[in-house]
């Protein structure tokens, strides 16, 4: 009688050890995901930010940015001078 | 205390209708639960199971990014960025009044194209795809009912139109379509993957329901182009262009030591970020579009001749009066010369005296060189749609196609194979393949010409864009320059080359820099340029010296001068 009840109790911590191993494994799945969604959403961005820079330092806005609200405009022929 | 527990079992005791009826109440009851549960459990299984799992169970695709295109110094040329696209579905969309307006607004969508979509009878529905992400964060701001938004991925290029010839695009399933993405599309592509998941009450994922197939990335490409140089060849096009009033026009600028493409540009060019192009800008004409390539073919024709050295850099010939009939074709100068050495036939792009050096040699000797030279052979770039030119066998060359093969006339070359002919003049007499892929192996130059061939014709090249020469437009002060012109009819399919008046040209420049130790070799064509001059060295020579001048400053390229007077002190060091 007494070994059928502490098999029982076993039984019963057991299950309860499982439902819970579970539920953690659950949990932390849940987690990796969510940092896993992250990474995405980090190389996402750095796609972007890339994008950005490259549009933003190309030759042709710098030109344009130096021209007209900078106004560096290159010497004209007769400004220019040949050292040798 | 027995009787007392008689007494009270007695007290619950039912009366045996009273059993029965409760008896069968449970028995009603329990048949209802069971055959509830047989129906669920057996009858509507498979229902209930698909149900549950499409509650619970979830297949989700992940996405394996497309590899970046870049240049040669990292700067990014094609990337994929996030975007969203607006999903809705019809059954469950509700407008409150106004909403419907806001919403086509913002999907810059006529009120009736959206009106046919929300009759569409699916539940799902894309009504825009690649919207940016600030516009569907104001659509799911205007809280529909039915309008989500779903995670996409777009191809964007910086580089808008100047690179769009080299680059390409992708289409909307992120296949390459033209350019490098369509010629690298299996090494940019990668392989999407997938999960199966399961997910809880609170949409939360808990379990991998199979084993994950992951992604695989595409592979990143890196170009020989230059973005800064690309820039700088664009614009000096584009300005060419205009202020000539040409057609279109094409270049290109390859590294002579080793065959890199450093720009490959074309104007008129198309913004490759947006859907619309018209098929005629689309295509790379430096590679794509074959024309006959005129002067700019004579230092070959020389080279031969001095290499089967039926002349010399000395010889004289008589141009005559600037008219010379070979059978029954006239061959002209613009303007008589008289007698003139080999090197200012060069100098001066004498129909007539090139004509007068290709009488010395036979048609297989002509041909051989050519051919050699890369004429009539694809370049080693492989890109998407190359042409190989056009040069006949030798054996079907009629006798005038012998005369004007010489000055680049019955032979059809693209930009391309031009500026890769050269490269035995830069080269000491070897030919470079073209490479436009960093990671593509270098190959060995084939040797085609002999040192001293390859020198006296680099040098005979230099006196082109010299005082006398036919582009000094092309000179860069400071470094030694060696170019050739060219200024060749356009043969139009049932005209011919035309009447004078209504004939059409095409300019061309070929140049190399700097002679002392060359390192660039840029090839130009302007199609039809019908204001001002038509000729090569006007038109394209100053493309040609604004380009490379800007080359030869970002690559620190010592001048010719410099050089010069370093070796001067080393002299006088050695007299001391």
């Known amino acids: 009688m007494k070994l059928n009840l502490i098999l029982f109790s076993l039984l019963i911590i057991f299950a309860l050890v499982k439902i819970n191993a579970h539920h953690l494994y659950r949990v932390n799945h849940h987690a990796l995901e969510i940092e896993k969604q992250k990474t995405i959403e980090l190389k996402d961005e750095q796609n972007q930010l890339l994008i950005e820079e490259s549009s933003k330092s190309g030759n042709g806005r710098i030109s344009e940015y130096a021209r007209n609200k900078l106004k560096m405009n290159p010497p004209e022929k007769k400004q220019k001078k040949l050292i040798k | 205390m027995r009787s007392k527990i008689k007494k009270n079992h007695e007290f619950f005791e039912l009366s045996k209708f009273r059993r029965r009826f409760t008896l069968l109440v449970l028995l009603t009851l329990f048949c209802i639960l069971f055959s509830r549960a047989f129906f669920l459990q057996g009858m509507q299984k498979d229902f209930l199971q698909q149900e549950?799992?499409?509650?619970?169970?979830?297949?989700?695709?992940?996405?394996?990014?497309?590899?970046?295109?870049?240049?040669?110094?990292?700067?990014?040329?094609?990337?994929?960025?996030?975007?969203?696209?607006?999903?809705?579905?019809?059954?469950?969309?509700?407008?409150?009044?106004?909403?419907?307006?806001?919403?086509?607004?913002?999907?810059?969508?006529?009120?009736?194209?959206?009106?046919?979509?929300l009759k569409i009878k699916r539940n799902h529905i894309y009504l825009k795809r690649k919207v940016d992400p600030k516009i569907a964060s104001k659509i799911l701001a205007l809280k529909i009912p039915g309008i989500s938004s779903e995670k996409d991925y777009r191809r964007t290029y910086p580089d808008q139109e100047i690179s769009a010839h080299v680059v390409g695009y992708a289409g909307n399933d992120g296949n390459g379509l033209e350019g490098v993405e369509y010629k690298k599309n299996d090494l940019l592509s990668g392989t999407h993957g997938y999960k199966k998941i399961l997910i809880d009450a609170r949409r939360r994922v808990v379990e991998n329901l199979s084993e994950v197939n992951v992604p695989i990335d595409g592979k990143d490409v890196h170009l020989t182009i230059d973005k800064r140089l690309q820039h700088i060849a664009f614009q000096s096009l584009k300005k060419t262009i205009d202020d000539s009033e040409a057609i279109s026009g094409s270049a290109i600028l390859i590294d002579s030591k080793t065959g890199e493409i450093l720009t490959m540009v074309n104007y008129p060019s198309y913004n490759p970020n947006k859907r619309m192009r018209k098929r005629t800008f689309v295509r790379n004409r430096v590679v794509?579009?074959?024309?006959?390539?005129?002067?700019?073919?004579?230092?070959?024709?020389?080279?031969?001749?001095?290499?089967?050295?039926?002349?010399?850099?000395?010889?004289?010939?008589?141009?005559?009066?600037?008219?010379?009939?070979?059978?029954?074709?006239?061959?002209?100068?613009?303007?008589?010369?008289?007698?003139?050495?080999?090197?200012?036939?060069?100098?001066?792009?004498?129909?007539?005296?090139?004509?007068?050096?290709?009488?010395?040699?036979?048609?297989?000797?002509?041909?051989?060189?050519?051919?050699?030279?890369?004429?009539?052979?694809?370049?080693?770039?492989?890109?998407?749609?190359?042409?190989?030119?056009?040069?006949?066998?030798?054996?079907?060359w009629r006798d005038r196609d012998h005369y004007s093969v010489s000055y680049g006339y019955s032979v059809s070359t693209t930009i391309a194979q031009l500026a890769r002919a050269y490269?035995?003049?830069?080269?000491?007499?070897?030919?470079?393949?073209?490479?436009?892929?960093?990671?593509?192996?270098?190959?060995?130059?084939?040797?085609?010409?002999?040192?001293?061939?390859?020198?006296?014709?680099?040098?005979?090249?230099?006196?082109?864009?010299?005082?006398?020469?036919?582009?000094?437009?092309?000179?860069?002060?400071?470094?030694?320059?060696?170019?050739?012109?060219?200024?060749?009819?356009?043969?139009?399919?049932?005209?011919?080359?035309?009447?004078?008046?209504?004939?059409?040209?095409?300019?061309?420049?070929?140049?190399?820099?700097?002679?002392?130790?060359?390192?660039?070799?840029?090839?130009?064509?302007?199609?039809?340029?019908?204001?001002?001059?038509?000729?090569?060295?006007?038109?394209?020579?100053?493309?040609?010296?604004?380009?490379?001048?800007?080359?030869?400053?970002?690559?620190?390229?010592?001048?010719?001068?410099?050089?010069?007077?370093?070796?001067?002190?080393?002299?006088?060091?050695?007299?001391?």
Not at chain 2, 73 to 90: C, D, G, H, K
């Open chain 2, 288 to 396: 794509t579009d074959m024309f006959e390539p005129g002067s700019t073919m004579k230092p070959i024709s020389i080279a031969a001749a001095l290499e089967k050295k039926v002349v010399n850099v000395n010889t004289k010939i008589d141009t005559g009066n600037g008219f010379y009939k070979v059978g029954r074709t006239l061959v002209t100068d613009t303007k008589p010369h008289g007698i003139i050495t080999v090197k200012e036939i060069l100098q001066t792009s004498s129909n007539i005296g090139v004509t007068k050096i290709a009488e010395k040699l036979s048609k297989k000797e002509l041909w051989q060189t050519y051919s050699n030279f890369g004429i009539g052979n694809l370049t080693g770039l492989n890109f998407p749609g190359e042409s190989k030119g056009i040069i006949r066998d030798y054996k079907k």
């Open chain 2, 423 to 576: 490269t035995p003049f830069a080269n000491k007499g070897e030919i470079k393949n073209l490479r436009l892929f960093k990671n593509d192996p270098i190959k060995i130059g084939q040797r085609v010409m002999s040192i001293e061939t390859t020198k006296a014709v680099l040098k005979m090249m230099e006196s082109v864009t010299k005082e006398g020469g036919t582009a000094t437009q092309a000179a860069i002060p400071g470094y030694r320059v060696a170019g050739k012109t060219g200024t060749s009819r356009q043969f139009i399919e049932g005209k011919g080359y035309g009447a004078p008046g209504e004939r059409k040209y095409n300019a061309s420049f070929v140049g190399i820099a700097p002679i002392s130790n060359p390192k660039f070799i840029m090839a130009i064509v302007i199609e039809d340029p019908t204001k001002g001059s038509n000729y090569g060295g006007v038109v394209a020579g100053p493309v040609f010296r604004k380009v490379v001048a800007e080359a030869l400053k970002i690559y620190s390229i010592p001048q010719d001068g410099i050089e010069i007077l370093d070796r001067a002190d080393e002299d006088e060091k050695k007299e001391i």
């Open chain 2, 52 to 117: 549950g799992f499409e509650r619970s169970n979830r297949n989700i695709e992940l996405y394996a990014y497309r590899g970046k295109i870049y240049d040669r110094n990292n700067q990014i040329l094609a990337a994929s960025e996030t975007v969203r696209s607006i999903t809705l579905e019809p059954n469950r969309v509700e407008f409150k009044k106004g909403d419907k307006k806001k919403l086509a607004n913002l999907l810059e969508m006529k009120i009736q194209t959206l009106n046919k979509k």
